[in-house]
């Protein structure tokens, strides 16, 4: 059966592309074609040989390429504490290529000798046991394409439009194939959970990093069991040490800082350590004073990434609006566009493979007039839930929150073209 999200364009659709080669693009066609009657020249290009081909072993981007790079939206005041941001708007697809995957550090980016590494797995397990990555190497293995987000991603949006681009609002986002060792295959290893929650692999699971905070998260065991992995590498290479090198946990769909990077300990045990990272921090203060708490799913969200903040449209006629959309509970089952500020919404196409817990790929057609216009893109997810409006999201959490804001964001189109966060 034809998947409907991969079906060719309708008959309507191919009408509207129909009008627009007929219209607006019609004297650009006309100009091109005019080009065309005369020899075309022979480009600068192939008239000399180009650069050899070891001038760089490792492959590196076009120069013309130079601003696609990652961008931090803050300073952040201490030591060792940073982040950096993907630049959304200048990707394609949905795979982040790795020198782009964002980075979000507690304490800088750590030196690790692999050969040295060893990952402690004890705690209410029946055979302690420390691994080297060759013992993780020689496990079977494992490769599935999962999004990351840390739960501060967009939280700059909550007291209203921030003004920022779509790299500095939600450019704490990134998705890759990530390969590594099932985390159920490495509790077999140890002989499985005992005491409490053995018998349905309950309790929980406290990951510690080797950085110089030694980030630490208690984690449900029950959840997380049958798709946590513990990883080395990431879209076909081995993890960069900004992303965790040689080891981290990947827990898809939870929040970013329970992915713990440079992954050196992992203790079974029967309820949650209540350590820095889900205490003080990680944890959303309510209107009534009350927090939540182990909130870990991040929650169906979307975003247009074309047309976007600092874009600028140059002509009237077709502009496709893209953007990206993910769940942290499961797959994408629907987008809708708006392009009048939500007052009327209309289906979006969803490309390629529909994955669990990535990022899905959605387009919509779209004539610009040239007058103003607000967009808009909503989610739902696979269990039934509907991406929110700001004005629902605060009146459920208020506004003292920093994190899991996942909100319906809106650019605004001038009439001279300009695309604003507004």
């Not at 627009?20 to 650009?28: F, N, P, Q, R, T």
């Not at 020198?99 to 040295?116: A, N, T």
């Amino acid at each position: 059966m034809m998947n409907p999200h991969n079906s060719p364009p309708s008959r309507g659709r191919r009408r509207l592309l129909g009008r627009l080669a007929a219209g607006g693009l019609a004297v650009s066609h006309a100009a091109a074609a005019s080009e065309l009657l005369r020899p075309l020249e022979v480009a600068s290009s192939s008239r000399v040989p180009g650069a050899p081909v070891l001038e760089h072993p490792y492959g590196v981007p076009s120069p013309h390429e130079a601003n696609v790079v990652r961008r931090s939206a803050r300073a952040w005041p201490l030591p060792g504490a940073a982040s950096s941001m993907t630049p959304l708007a200048d990707l394609h697809g949905t795979l982040t290529p790795n020198g782009l995957v964002y980075e979000r550090h507690h304490g800088g980016v750590p030196d690790i000798d692999p050969d040295q590494h060893r990952l402690a797995i004890h705690g209410l397990v029946r055979t302690p046991k420390l691994f080297t990555m060759d013992d993780l190497l020689r496990l079977p293995s494992e490769s599935r394409i999962h999004f990351l987000e840390c739960s501060g991603n967009t939280g700059n949006e909550w007291n209203g439009p921030s003004g920022m681009p779509v790299q500095l609002t939600h450019g704490l986002l990134s998705c890759c194939e990530w390969t590594g060792v099932r985390l159920s295959t490495l509790l077999e290893e140890v002989g499985g959970v005992t005491g409490s929650g053995s018998a349905t692999g309950g309790g929980w699971l406290l990951a510690e990093g080797a950085d110089a905070a030694a980030m630490t998260r208690s984690l449900p065991l029950e959840r997380i069991l049958d798709r946590a992995l513990v990883v080395y590498a990431q879209n076909g290479e081995r993890l960069r040490p900004e992303n965790g090198y040689p080891l981290r946990l990947i827990v898809p769909g939870f929040e970013g800082n329970t992915n713990v990077k440079w992954l050196r300990r992992l203790k079974v045990v029967d309820a949650p350590l209540q350590t820095r990272e889900e205490t003080s921090k990680y944890t959303s203060l309510l209107a009534n004073g009350t927090a939540r708490q182990f909130a870990f799913e991040m929650d169906a969200k979307s975003v247009i990434t074309r047309p976007s903040p600092g874009h600028r449209l140059t002509t009237h006629g077709y502009y496709p609006i893209t953007g990206l959309a993910w769940s942290g509970r499961g797959t994408i089952r629907k987008v809708e566009v708006s392009t009048d500020g939500g007052a009327t919404w209309r289906p979006a196409r969803l490309d390629g493979a529909i994955l669990d817990r990535a990022l899905t790929r959605f387009q919509a057609d779209w004539r610009w007039d040239g007058g103003a216009a607000a967009i808009l893109s909503r989610a739902t997810d696979s269990t039934g839930y509907v991406q929110p409006t700001r004005a629902e999201l605060v009146a459920a959490r208020g506004l003292n929150s920093q994190y899991h804001y996942n909100a319906i964001q809106q650019w605004r189109v001038d009439a001279n073209g300009e695309v604003r966060n507004a």
